[in-house]
């Protein structure tokens, strides 16, 4: 993080990852393959929840860090999102337009938010 004054919540990485762990939820409100259900809805919540732990940390190498498991996280959101699709699953077409909003922004954020950061202590 840039200061000790800014929190996880301030980082726009992390409310567009947010943004999308809602949507997923609202997408499968109805759903009842509980099992896929699961998974999609956990790997898209690991993704912002990895951001805030990793700005959280006290050094920008453990956020760099826990930047690459949200990205993780968001290519297997991303994996599941498209094998729903592939199988032409009711619910999942509304999947498609956001698969389209949403992966190219959170990819990019964090992988320039863990560019920018230098591989020292934050000030606490």
Known sequence: M???DESF????????SHGLSIEVYRLLADCRDWGF???ITRSAN???DNIAEG????SKAEFKQFLGYAKGSAGETRSQ????IALSCPRMRAFISFHRLWKPSVNT???SKAKVLPNRKFNA
């Open 46 to 48: 690991s993704i912002s």
């Open 55 to 58: 700005a959280e940390r006290t």
């Open 9 to 16: 919540e301030k980082l726009e990485v992390w409310r567009r």
């Open 37 to 39: 259900k699961d998974q």
């Open 81 to 84: 999102m498209l094998r729903a």
């Open 2 to 4: 840039e200061s000790a």
């Open 109 to 111: 954020l964090c992988l």
